[in-house]
């Protein structure tokens, strides 16, 4: 799904998120919502590392040329989406691990932040979706004073709630 911009027309996904599984997608869904607030297009997408591995590396090694900067890839288990894909290109990649039923997670977050030397993965938290975006958004606004100005009133607006909810 490619996502629109404020003038409507069809943008480049700057941002691919990418999950193993379509019953990942409420727990992948906070990236996407802060992605759209801060006006970064992005495009989600369901690939599996074991079930759809020639497709993954497929869509993954295209992604530079399509115009995509930042790849955040959510998975639970075993976890091994975030680490083919970052195997697979030089892009930045973005782990999620998801909460999984027999380990609460902890199996995805092992396998996520245990890459080999030389394939990177940065790793959030177990579900932690909307901070992979914020990531993502960090990394982007290296390059972009616009986005720097959004991310500190973001900030801005965080310990204005904080001080607020004080009794």
Do not use: W
Not at 48 to 66: D, G
Not at 114 to 123: L, R, S
Not at 143 to 159: A, D, M, V
């Amino acid at each position: 799904m490619i996502l629109l911009n404020t003038e409507k027309t069809v943008s480049i996904p700057i941002v691919a998120i990418l999950m193993g599984s379509i019953s990942d997608a409420d727990t992948i869904e906070p990236a996407r919502q802060i992605l759209k607030e801060f006006d970064i297009p992005c495009e989600m997408k369901v690939l599996s590392a074991h079930r759809t591995p020639e497709q993954t590396i497929s869509y993954v090694k295209a992604a530079k040329e399509r115009g995509t900067k930042i790849i955040i890839a959510g998975a639970g288990g075993a976890a091994h989406l975030p680490g083919i894909v970052a195997a697979v290109t030089t892009l930045p990649v973005i782990g999620i691990p998801i909460k999984s039923k027999s380990l609460n997670g902890l199996d995805s977050l092992l396998s996520i932040v245990q890459m080999p030397a030389g394939i990177p993965v940065a790793t959030v938290a177990i579900d932690g979706a909307a901070n992979a975006a914020l990531l993502a958004i960090e990394i982007l606004a290296l390059s972009s004073p616009e986005l720097t100005i959004k991310l500190e009133s973001y900030r801005t607006k965080l310990q204005e709630k904080v001080l607020k909810s004080s009794v």
